[in-house]
């Protein structure tokens, strides 16, 4: 009996230090010294980023206009050349069964040629004499020459389809030229390869890439939600990730009016017209951002956005103000644009409140969280 008393009073002097030391745990605060900081008078700008690349404006796709092997190549790529100057020569290989084709139409239309200058002579005379009318001549004289005609382009096509070209032709088939001035971008084929000509049913076989590098454009996308703060003419600036401590100026000039999806999100192609100088080389592909301001406050009043706290329920933004040294109360606040690191103040905070700065954490004891969120409570 006189154990189970002893182990009672064990227990009880236990439960009693137990209670103590969490009463103590609980209830006591670490010292921690809050900074303040104030308001500041800042231009904010509204900015929008847009990644993408810096591609010329006018890039053409060479091919040639009629098939066969590639014979020669003049250029190499980064080469200059002027719109007309060779890039490349054709082999024409023709086709046996369009060959014969047109060989029999040769030897066809000499048949009927040969037939209508017998019929042609014989009525002149008739014609001379009187015997038929004029009209039955001037219709015989016609056929004749048709007949002629027909036969000069039976050759001419028996020629192309051999050679390439027509006798005497100052541009020939053959003769692949540049159709504008710039630099050689890609040369993607070599001399014995198979050309085909463009057509309906094929884009042809590009014989070389020619883009005029003076010209560039910025090509990027913006997400659905920002689109809508743009309009053709805004500024942009241009930093290409290949170029360091470079901003270049440009000019927005096109906002698709159809969205794509890429990666779930639907975003909008932009362009914009660059202005080089030439400080530096821009090279086709170049990837780039762009900056384009949308909005522009002047001398504001600006908080840093650290500054802010947000309400867990009504998500409203808040700060804290000091009003005794260290002691603070919990004041709604009302902000406008943004550049991303300080924030239009437009009410709540004057320029001379202290802002309370969550420079350290205090751990919050058990029980007393529904007493924060009610201390913390905005007031309506």
Avoid: C
């Avoid at 010329?56 to 050349?81: A, R």
């Amino acid at each position: 009996m006189k154990n189970i008393k002893n182990i009672g009073f064990v227990l009880i002097a236990l439960g009693l230090l137990f209670s103590i030391a969490y009463y103590i745990k609980t209830n006591s605060r670490s010292a921690i010294t809050y900074e303040t900081e104030q308001l500041k008078n800042k231009t904010i700008e509204d900015k929008i980023v847009a990644t993408g690349s810096v591609v010329p404006e006018d890039e053409v796709n060479i091919v040639p206009q009629i098939s066969g092997i590639i014979q020669e190549i003049y250029v190499d790529e980064g080469d200059q050349v002027q719109a007309g100057d060779l890039l490349a020569k054709i082999k024409v290989i023709p086709n046996e069964q369009t060959l014969n084709s047109a060989e029999g139409r040769v030897k066809t239309t000499q048949i009927i040629l040969k037939n209508s200058e017998k019929e042609y002579y014989r009525n002149k005379k008739l014609f001379e004499k009187g015997i038929i009318s004029e009209q039955d001549f001037n219709s015989i004289e016609l056929r004749f020459n048709q007949d002629k005609q027909n036969l000069e382009n039976a050759k001419s096509d028996l020629q192309i389809i051999r050679l390439g070209s027509i006798g005497g032709s100052a541009l020939t088939n053959t003769n692949v030229r540049s159709t504008i001035s710039g630099t050689i971008l890609q040369v993607p084929v070599k001399e014995g390869d198979q050309a085909i000509e463009a057509n309906t049913f094929n884009p042809g076989t590009t014989i070389a890439t020619v883009a005029d590098l003076n010209k560039m454009i910025f090509e990027g996308r913006v997400d659905e939600g920002e689109v809508s703060k743009l309009r053709t003419g805004l500024p942009l600036k241009i930093e290409i990730g290949a170029i360091e401590d470079k901003v270049y100026e440009a000019k927005l000039t096109l906002i698709a009016p159809k969205g794509i999806e890429v990666a779930g999100a639907i975003q909008f192609q932009i362009e914009g017209e660059v202005y080089l100088d030439d400080e530096y080389i821009i090279r086709a592909g170049y990837s780039a951002n762009a900056t384009i301001v949308t909005k522009v406050k002047e001398n504001v009043l600006a908080i840093d956005e650290y500054l802010l706290q947000f309400d867990n329920k009504t998500k409203e933004a808040f700060v804290e103000i000091e009003i005794s040294d260290q002691n603070f109360e919990k004041r709604k606040i009302e902000i406008g644009i943004s550049d991303g690191v300080f924030a239009e103040v437009l009410s709540g905070v004057s320029l001379n409140d202290k802002i309370k700065v969550w420079n350290k954490t205090e751990p919050i004891k058990r029980g007393e969280v529904e007493d924060v969120d009610d201390e913390y409570k905005l007031d309506r």
